[in-house]
């Protein structure tokens, strides 16, 4: 006899099991459900239908998810490039971009296994950057040496300063 395919249906549990009986409790963790808005896909059977119509205050049958419409448009297509009465048969293919409205071609490289790496210029400081920085680093030094002329005598760091 061949196998039946059966139907699944996709629980979720909606509503905590806090203030409602220990059995109604065993029952969602029964059809594999840990933490509320959990969703698992059981058989469609009429014994799953019963456990679930058991406890609907806390149980929902769920439609099964669509695919939305742009899901299905490819983000890129792979194609053979054009080849050249002259060209040799080896060749790499070429990526193309699509979107809904048009298509982008990717560049080719220039010769075969060259990669092209986009340098990243350095960036320009502003003179208010470099004065900012100067400062910063004057101030730096100033405290340092106030910190060792207002040392006593006696202290370790007086003593560290003089040798």
């Not at 699944?8 to 109604?24: A, C, D, P």
């Not at 003179?127 to 100033?142: L, T, Y």
Request: proline content about 8%; aromatic content about 4%.
């Amino acid at each position: 006899m061949a196998e039946k395919t059966l139907k699944m249906i996709r629980i979720k549990w909606v509503r905590s099991g806090i203030g409602f009986t220990y059995h109604q409790k065993t029952i969602v963790r029964s059809l594999g459900l840990n933490k509320l808005n959990h969703t698992v896909v059981r058989p469609d059977t009429p014994q799953i239908r019963g456990i679930v119509a058991a406890v609907p205050h806390l149980l929902e049958i769920v439609p099964e998810p669509s695919v939305a419409a742009w899901a299905s448009i490819p983000e890129y297509t792979v194609h053979a490039p054009a080849v050249a009465a002259a060209a040799p048969a080896e060749s790499t293919p070429v990526v193309t971009t699509e979107s809904v409205s048009e298509a982008v071609v990717a560049p080719e490289p220039a010769e075969e296994g060259a990669v092209r790496a986009r340098a990243k210029a350095p960036k320009a400081r502003s003179a208010k950057a470099e004065s900012a920085k100067a400062k910063s680093a004057k101030a730096k030094s100033a405290k340092a040496s106030k910190k060792k002329e207002s040392a006593p005598k006696g202290s370790k760091s007086a003593q560290k300063s003089k040798k």
